[in-house]
């Protein structure tokens, strides 16, 4: 078509291109013309290609929402240079010089604070020109060498944070291309911050000596030329530099293989703190030095002075590879970003003194307690890396031991060939996979939580019909394939009840996420019930299957739950699950009863039932049959004959009360279980409470609003009566 | 994609004289661009509204007060993992007529056009914090499926919300037999 038209056209004016072998070249600008003569106004062409991505991804040039501009005062960082924009030194006058030194060092913080919360790193930390050109700094021993740290430790973050692979977060926050990353000599950043320091060190003891032993010194250069700001200036100076030593080691000590520098790099995070510390009582100081330049709270500005930091341009890089958002960022303030650093350095302490305990139980329960305090991306990354090391926990232990632990396979029988069949290889693969995912930060968890249900569903039924396909082709009975059977007995066993462990995270997460609006509660925390009593179920069995063995080898499985906790002595763990278990459990009651008797009154919604809303919450659940049998309808049915007077008579709450006193001592020295039991405890008493006020004043008093918060316990809700 | 004052049902005076258009051309698309640009966080090239509004022409409602444009909804439907799914991309009630239910009766209309299409879902993106928005889509029976960590460009995380469809086969009574510890009563 496109021939015929050119056929049609008069021929070009200007001489045509000779054609070659395999062309013919011809001018269009004929055809364009003709063809933008039928287009009317508001008329378009639509490309099949031209989808909604295409179309988010267009820019609109000069709309300030979309164009951060690439027209910015320099079109390169050598033209930025040219003008002045990043001297060296940055000031004749000594005493300035030193000045604006720390004011760069301060908002290079604030930058890289800025990065590590999601920014990217072209527009944080190498806005700044002095970074950029590595070289150009070598004549100022301060700057140079502060500049060659902070590449460095960027360096080794971005490693480690792609080592780790958190999924989407670090997409934006490793891309580092056509950034100079990597100056010559980073790698030996630490000596020549070593001499930098000890330098400093050496002018701070000149000023604080007595007159009389300065004479000695005779060729020493103090830092600035005013001696009265000296020893401030000194100290300022140290801490700054401190700290990046400092947090460099951290950084270092905990990529060391299996955690071996976990106790250094504790030693090292005090520092750090201390450092931090002083930061911020030099603050100050240099406040004071600089009058006038506090327009504005000083809670805002980037640097400890207030002033605004010399050689920093963001849109710089604009023009650069490295990939800019379409838009400014703003960059954290001083005080914010040294808070950051606090927050940071505490996250990695934690992790630090961790015992790297072999259970796999204890591990998962450290991973969900850390997470509780919310780590940023940096530390969930370096804790991720701690744990899953070639393979291995902690690099050190195999994955088939720290299964045959969880599963409690007696230690007869661990070093077993099974460990090499593929299903143990696989459910081996599986956990490293939850490890992982359970240091991702909370939203993209839940996710892949909800996906990898199915996988362990499906390892399960592998390892059955493997387990049982060679118990099969065994023909005599010998020592090894009863081991066998006693080790599929057991992990059979630990892999539902982790398979249930990954459910309830997976439910009770979106309580942390706000995934659940108050209507939603009651079929919630009916699903956590009923989940919980199969992790019951199945850690019953485990332990019982365990205190068996051997004794009583022939009593393999037991009726229900019911006769296991009816054994003389309950363990702890269980009594603190039953007490979750009647928690939810009156909740869902407590919720449905409301509903029932109208109290909580839900208009219906004008396009789908609570059928469909239960279908889309419990989907992943659903599909990988978790638990068996549980269903809509088993919800409804379970729910619809809820009354308050039935609930009242039979109190969930004071059971978990009783559960809860009974259970106490035994948690005595673990304060982490003590508070979560006492946590627990004020649940059940103020809905007991609630009950009892509702359940006698509901039906008089038409007035009484009940609605449900989370102030007691970050999922289980405590019922608020209030008359409106 | 959604901005949303809470809604009041006791102020719907006004409402009896919104006038409820659904798009009609071009002539209406600086109406809508000017809307969503005052209102919504996201910034959207002339593209973007182009594609919707060209594309799904029936699923864009305009609500008029005495000649003046007041609200808008934006929505694209298409096959999605193997789903046919309506997506709700913006929304916008302008900041002194919120509270009337104008919101709710421009996302209803859509979303009855979307279930007569053969619409399996509906599923759109709300901003965590926009809490007029949640409550409005709650109403309508959505439910927050997934939050979406740092999904916005302001570093702002959304809720995707999802609202399904009644299925024939969802409501067949064959329950299985509980067991007894699952009844609640």
């Given amino acids: 078509m496109a021939d015929e038209a050119i056929m049609d056209l008069p021929l070009p004016e200007r001489a045509p291109i000779p054609s070659g072998d395999h062309s013919v070249w011809a001018d269009v600008s004929p055809l364009l013309d003709a063809a933008c003569k039928d287009l009317q106004d508001g008329m378009l062409i639509h490309g099949d290609n031209f989808n909604l991505f295409a179309a988010m991804s267009a820019l609109e040039i000069m709309d300030p929402k979309m164009d951060s501009g690439i027209v910015c005062k320099y079109y390169s960082v050598d033209e930025a240079i040219e003008d002045g924009a990043a001297p060296v030194p940055i000031s004749s006058d000594r005493t300035v010089d030193v000045q604006c030194t720390i004011d760069i060092m301060d908002h290079l913080l604030a930058c890289e604070a800025t990065w590590h919360k999601g920014h990217s790193l072209a527009q944080t930390v190498f806005s700044c020109i002095y970074l950029l050109r590595p070289d150009r700094t070598s004549s100022h021993a301060l700057l140079h060498s502060y500049c060659k740290v902070v590449r460095a430790t960027c360096k080794t973050v971005i490693s480690v944070v792609s080592d780790a692979r958190t999924h989407e977060e670090e997409d934006l926050f490793t891309m580092s291309y056509g950034l100079a990353l990597h100056g010559d000599g980073d790698d030996k950043c630490l000596s020549m911050l070593n001499a930098v320091e000890e330098t400093v060190n050496r002018q701070l003891r000149a000023c604080k000596a007595p007159s009389s032993k300065r004479r000695v010194l005779e ?33 270092t000590c905990m990529r060391r293989p299996q955690g ?214 065994s023909t005599d009975s010998s020592n090894d394939e009863n081991a066998c059977m006693n080790i599929a007995q057991h992990i059979l066993v630990w892999v539902e009840e982790q398979t249930y462990w990954i459910a309830s995270r997976f ?191 509901g039906a008089l008093d038409p007035s009484l609003k009940v609605s449900f918060e989370f102030n007691h316990h970050p999922y289980l809700a405590t019922a608020v009566v209030k008359r409106s | 994609m959604e901005f949303l004052s809470k809604k009041d049902e006791e102020e719907a005076r006004a409402a009896s004289e919104i006038e409820y258009v659904s798009y009609e051309g071009e002539d209406h698309l600086p109406l809508i661009m000017g809307l969503v640009d005052k209102e919504l966080s996201e910034p959207y090239s002339i593209f973007t509204y182009r594609y919707f509004v060209y594309l799904w022409p029936q699923l864009c409602f305009l609500a008029f007060h005495r000649g003046k444009c007041v609200g808008t909804v934006v929505c694209k439907m298409g096959e999605h993992r193997n789903t046919y799914r309506g997506y709700i991309a913006m929304l916008v009630v302008i900041d002194s007529y919120r509270g009337k239910g104008i919101a709710t009766q421009l996302v209803t209309r859509s979303i009855q056009v979307m279930m007569e299409s053969g619409c399996e879902e509906v599923t759109l993106e709300a901003e965590v914090t926009n809490k007029g928005a949640l409550a409005l889509y709650g109403r309508l029976g959505f439910v927050r499926a997934k939050r979406l960590f740092r999904y916005y460009l302001n570093g702002v995380d959304a809720f995707r919300l999802k609202l399904l469809f009644p299925r024939p086969d969802l409501h067949s009574p064959t329950s299985p037999s509980p067991s007894p510890y699952m009844r609640l009563d």
Avoid at chain 1, 329 to 346: D, N, P, Q, T, V
Avoid at chain 1, 400 to 425: C, L, Y
Avoid at chain 1, 602 to 622: A, D, G, K, Y
């Fill in chain 1, 219 to 251: 060729d020493f250069v103090p830092l600035q030329n005013n001696l009265e700001l000296e020893e401030a200036y000194c100290k300022a100076l140290l801490c700054r530099l401190r700290f990046r030593k400092h947090f460099y080691h951290v950084l």
């Fill in chain 1, 507 to 697: 439910l009770i997460l979106g309580f942390e996420l706000e995934l659940y609006s108050q209507s939603e509660y009651c079929m919630v925390y009916w699903y956590i019930y009923v989940v919980l009593i199969k992790i019951l179920e199945k850690k019953s069995l485990k332990m019982a299957a365990s205190n068996d063995s051997g004794k009583r080898r022939g009593k393999k499985k037991r009726d229900s739950v019911k006769d296991v906790a009816r054994d003389i002595r309950i363990p702890p763990a269980i009594l603190f699950l039953q007490c979750q278990i009647c928690l939810a459990e009156g909740l869902a009651t407590m919720l449905a009863a409301l509903r029932n008797e109208r109290m909580m009154v839900q208009s219906p919604s004008p396009f789908n039932t609570e059928h469909e809303r239960f279908s889309q919450h419990f989907e992943l659940l659903q599909k990988a049959c978790i638990p068996d049998q549980v269903s809509y309808p088993l919800f409804k049915d379970s729910t619809t004959h809820a009354r308050l007077l039935n609930l009242v008579r039979y109190d969930h709450f004071k059971d978990a009360q009783k559960i809860v006193k009974e259970v106490k001592s035994s948690f005595s020295n673990n304060p982490e279980k003590s508070a979560e039991l006492r946590r627990l405890e004020q649940v059940a008493e103020h809905n007991s409470i609630a009950l009892n006020i509702i359940s006698r004043a």
């Fill in chain 1, 260 to 473: 071996r520098g976990l106790e250094l790099a504790r030693k090292h995070i005090a520092s750090c703190i201390s450092e931090l510390q002083c930061m911020l009582n030099s603050s100050e100081f240099l406040r004071s030095r600089s009058p006038g330049t506090h327009e504005g709270s000083i809670e805002d500005k980037t640097t400890a002075s207030g002033c605004q930091a010399i050689g920093f341009d963001a849109s710089l890089n604009c023009r650069l590879s490295a990939p800019t958002p379409p838009r400014a960022i703003k960059i954290l303030s001083w005080k914010k970003a040294i808070e950051y650093f606090m927050k940071l350095l505490h996250d990695l302490d934690v992790i630090c003194s961790y015992p790297l305990d072999p259970s796999l139980e204890s591990v998962l329960h450290f991973v969900v307690e850390f997470q509780k305090s919310l780590p940023d991306l940096v530390a969930r990354a370096h804790l991720q890396r701690l744990l899953v090391e070639d393979g291995k926990l902690y690099g050190r232990d195999p994955l088939f031991g720290v299964i045959t632990r969880a599963a409690a396979v007696p230690d007869s029988i661990r070093n077993h060939d099974m460990q090499k069949h593929e299903s143990i290889v696989y459910l081996g693969q599986l956990v490293i996979n939850l490890l992982k995912i359970l240091c991702t930060n909370s939203a993209w968890q839940r996710r892949k939580l909800g996906k990898i249900l199915q996988d362990w569903r499906v390892v399960y039924i592998q390892l059955e019909m493997a387990f049982r396909k060679e118990s099969g082709e």
